[in-house]
Nanobody, 126 residues
Framework: QVQLVESGGGSVQAGGSLRLSCATS????????MAWFRQAPGKEREGVAA???????RYADSVKGRFTISKANAKNTLYLQMNSLKPEDTAMYYC????????????????????WGQGTQVTVSS
């Protein structure tokens, strides 16, 4: 059974940093594409960053240069390093995974992922 468990969320002031983690189990980690999504109250879910099985990455324009997605294969863990946080980054953050589509950088479309975590809240105050 595939399981994704996020952690690392919290409250931080604008300009601060947080690192989210997503511990995974139950599948062949190295063959999967993974991503981080977020959803703020009253807004649609947004793809933030993705990483394909080959390590290539893709970012939403809103986070380019501030967020970095990475994975530790030995630990079956996905990370999202978030720097220079802004109040508009406030949202529930989710990690997602599915078999790689072979798309360079992975996908930022939610429909391309079958497995999801329960989410971790990030709140950025001004």
């Amino acid at each position: 059974q595939v399981q994704l468990v996020e952690s690392g969320g919290g409250s931080v002031q604008a300009g601060g940093s947080l690192r989210l983690s997503c511990a995974t189990s139950g599948y062949t980690y190295n063959r999967y594409s993974m991503a981080w999504f977020r959803q703020a109250p009253g807004k649609e879910r947004e793809g933030v960053a993705a990483i394909d099985s080959d390590g290539s990455t893709r970012y939403a324009d809103s986070v380019k240069g501030r967020f970095t997605i990475s994975k530790a294969n030995a630990k079956n863990t996905l990370y999202l390093q978030m720097n220079s946080l802004k109040p508009e980054d406030t949202a529930m953050y989710y990690c997602a995974a599915d078999v790689s589509l072979g798309c360079y950088g992975g996908s930022l479309a939610g429909n391309d992922y079958k497995y999801w975590g329960q989410g971790t809240q990030v709140t950025v105050s001004s």
